[in-house]
Nanobody
Framework: QVHLVESGGGLVQPGGSLRLSCAAS????????MSWYRQAPGKEREFVAS???????NYADSVKGRFTVSRDNAKNTVYLQMNGLKVEDTAGYYC??????????????WGQGTQVTVSS
């Protein structure tokens, strides 16, 4: 069994910062790309940022220049540094990997999510 567990969410004022973490646990041989998605109430889940196993990154236009995704392969952990937060960034943030190699097979895994609320 492989799990992704997010942490670091919370309440922050507009303009503030938060750092989200997502740690993979279980028997892990390798992890392909890792991504962050978010879902606000009444809206569809949307892509935020991704990072490949080699460190190449992609961002949604709405977060470019404000969010930074990084990973520590030794710790099987991906991070999302969020600066200049806006009210519209309020959402549940979910970690995802399309391919985690474990025990002779690979799995697509989603985390349970962590809530980020931006409000004055």
């Amino acid at each position: 069994q492989v799990h992704l567990v997010e942490s670091g969410g919370g309440l922050v004022q507009p303009g503030g910062s938060l750092r989200l973490s997502c740690a993979a646990s279980g028997i892990i041989v390798a992890i392909d790309s890792m991504s962050w998605y978010r879902q606000a109430p009444g809206k569809e889940r949307e892509f935020v940022a991704s990072i490949s196993s080699r460190g190449s990154t992609n961002y949604a236009d709405s977060v470019k220049g404000r969010f930074t995704v990084s990973r520590d392969n030794a710790k099987n952990t991906v991070y999302l540094q969020m600066n200049g937060l806006k009210v519209e960034d309020t959402a549940g943030y979910y970690c995802h990997s399309p391919r985690i190699v474990t025990g002779g097979r690979w799995l697509e895994v989603w985390g349970q999510g962590t809530q980020v609320t931006v409000s004055s």
